[in-house]
C-alpha cells in the first residue's frame, strides 16, 4: 500500500503548498482595510459551505444531472482551498488571530490537512484498484475472478472509511465554530467592522 516515493512526493509538495497559503495569505491580508478582509472571510466561508454540496451530491443521486461524483468532488476540493485561501487573507491584518478566531482557524488548518490527506488517500486507492484490475486483465481472469481478485485491496478502503470517521466531526466541528465566529462578530461588532 502507498508503495514508491511519489505517493510521499506529493505529500511534501501538499505540505509546501498549505505552508505557502499561510505566509501568502497573510501578506496579502495586510494590503486590505477591515471592510475587505471581512468581505473576503464572508467569500471564503460561502465558498467552502458551497463545497459541501458534493455530499448532497453523494446523498442523493437524483442531482446527477448537475454532474458527476467525480465532478463534484473537483469542486469540493477547488473550493475548500479557495476558501481558505480567502480565509488566510481575512485573518491576515498583521497580528495573530485570538480567542475563539483562533480556535476557528486552527479548526480550519486542521481540517485542510485532513481533507488533504483524505485526498490523498482517495487517489492513491483509485491508482490501486487501477492498477490491479490492469494487471489481472493482462493475466486473463473472467470479470469474476478479477472481482474477487479486487476485493483483497479493500483494506485500502477501510483506510479511506477510518479517515472519514475523523474527517467528518472535525469538519462539522470548524463549521459550528465558523458559525459561533461569525454571529459573536457581527452581533458585537457589525456587519463588516472589526469586535
Known amino acids: 500500500m502507498f508503495t514508491g516515493i511519489m505517493p510521499w512526493l506529493r505529500t511534501s509538495v501538499m505540505f509546501i503548498v498549505i505552508t505557502g497559503i499561510l ?5 496579502i491580508g495586510t494590503l486590505f482595510d477591515d471592510r475587505i478582509r471581512h468581505i473576503l472571510g464572508y467569500l471564503g466561508t ?3 459551505l458551497f463545497g459541501q454540496m458534493y455530499y448532497m451530491r453523494k ?4 442531482l446527477a444531472r448537475l454532474g458527476t461524483l467525480k465532478v463534484w468532488l473537483e469542486r ?3 473550493l475548500a482551498i479557495f476558501g481558505t485561501f480567502l480565509i488566510v487573507v481575512h ?8 480567542g475563539m478566531a483562533l480556535l476557528t482557524f486552527i479548526l480550519m488548518l486542521v481540517t485542510a490537512i485532513s481533507g488533504a490527506l483524505g485526498s490523498f488517500i482517495h487517489k492513491q486507492i483509485l491508482k490501486e484498484k487501477s492498477e490491479m484490475r490492469a494487471r489481472l486483465k493482462s493475466q486473463g481472469l473472467d470479470a469474476a475472478a478479477i472481482e474477487d481478485e479486487m476485493y483483497a485491496v479493500s483494506f485500502t478502503e477501510e483506510a479511506f472509511r477510518n479517515w472519514k470517521k475523523v474527517h467528518m466531526p ?3 466541528a470548524f463549521f459550528t465554530m465558523l458559525l459561533l465566529h ?3 462578530m457581527i452581533f458585537f461588532g457589525g456587519l ?3 469586535a
Not at 59 to 62: C, G, I, L, S
Not at 91 to 98: H, S
Open 182 to 184: 461569525m454571529f459573536s
Open 91 to 98: 485573518a491576515g491584518d498583521g497580528t495573530p488571530p485570538r
Open 192 to 194: 463588516l467592522d472589526r
Open 170 to 172: 472535525i469538519t462539522m
Open 59 to 62: 446523498k442523493f443521486p437524483q
Open 46 to 48: 460561502f465558498a467552502m
Open 76 to 78: 469540493h476540493e477547488f
Open 23 to 27: 505566509v501568502i495569505g497573510f501578506q
